[in-house]
């Protein structure tokens, strides 16, 4: 089997090759946990691969309870998506603890 004309990210059942004795092996990146990638799938699909590329964090989001314990929250964008089973994306959000102290909170009853 010959992963010649196609490379799939991720596990995916659809891409595979007729191997030998019958045998499918297999051109997507999750073959290399598995054991199955056709004889070329190194030289052919981990040369084409592409890991993902992210941007900066944005800021923090404000408190999200005025008053007490709450939640702030961050994010960042993917700017080149993973290919050819490159590295994956790392998190794009994270949250954090806070406490709200907005001044109407010592005075209500």
Same mark, same amino acid.
């Given at each position: 089997?010959? =992963?010649?004309?196609?490379?799939?990210?991720?596990?995916?059942? !659809?891409?595979? !090759?007729?191997?030998?004795?019958?045998?499918?092996?297999?051109?997507?990146?999750?073959?290399?946990?598995?054991?199955? =990638?056709?004889?070329?799938?190194?030289?052919?699909?981990?040369? !084409? !691969? /592409?890991?993902?590329? /992210?941007?900066?964090?944005?800021?923090?989001?404000?408190?999200?309870?005025?008053?007490?314990v709450g939640s702030r929250a961050r994010s960042r964008q993917v700017t080149v998506p993973p290919r050819h089973g490159g590295e994956p994306?790392?998190?794009?959000?994270?949250?954090?603890?806070?406490?709200?102290?907005?001044?109407? =909170?010592?005075?209500?009853?």
């Open positions: 089997g010959s =992963c010649r004309h196609r490379c799939c990210p991720g596990r995916n059942n !659809a891409c595979w !090759a007729p191997g030998t004795r019958r045998a499918l092996c297999y051109c997507d990146s999750y073959c290399q946990r598995t054991g199955d =990638c056709c004889h070329d799938y190194h030289a052919t699909c981990r040369r !084409a !691969a /592409v890991g993902c590329a /992210v941007g900066p964090w944005g800021p923090w989001s404000g408190c999200s309870s005025p008053c007490g994306c790392p998190d794009l959000k994270q949250r954090r603890g806070c406490l709200g102290e907005h001044p109407t =909170c010592g005075t209500a009853k």
